[in-house]
């Protein structure tokens, strides 16, 4: 059995690369249900509400996690690996 099978995998916008598409991993989930990432990621759905989503990340602590509008801040400053850079930044540095 293919590893996808019976998932949804579509062509989207994702991450555009020299004008081509990647395609896109699309999983339904309910609250209280989570997905695995590799075998130490888990992302949970904690809550919906209107248009918000809560998730709970559990990941290693030497696994990066921001949000997306914050990693691209530290990108932004070419602060080399955002998460040295993140670590930098609550150290003091």
């Given at each position: 059995m293919a590893p996808f099978a019976?998932?949804?995998l579509?062509?989207?916008?994702?991450?555009?690369?020299?004008?081509?598409?990647?395609p896109m991993l699309?999983?339904?989930r309910k609250?209280?249900?989570s997905?695995?990432?590799?075998?130490?990621?888990e992302v949970s759905i904690l809550s919906v509400t209107g248009d918000k989503?809560?998730?709970g990340i559990?990941?290693?602590r030497d696994v990066?996690?921001?949000?997306?509008?914050?990693?691209?801040?530290?990108d932004e400053r070419g602060a080399g690996n955002p998460k040295e850079a993140a670590e930098a930044e609550k150290a003091g540095e």
């Amino acid at each position: 059995m293919a590893p996808f099978a019976g998932l949804d995998l579509i062509d989207s916008p994702v991450r555009p690369r020299l004008e081509v598409w990647e395609p896109m991993l699309v999983l339904t989930r309910k609250t209280n249900q989570s997905i695995m990432i590799g075998d130490e990621i888990e992302v949970s759905i904690l809550s919906v509400t209107g248009d918000k989503v809560r998730l709970g990340i559990e990941a290693p602590r030497d696994v990066a996690v921001f949000r997306k509008e914050v990693y691209e801040v530290i990108d932004e400053r070419g602060a080399g690996n955002p998460k040295e850079a993140a670590e930098a930044e609550k150290a003091g540095e």
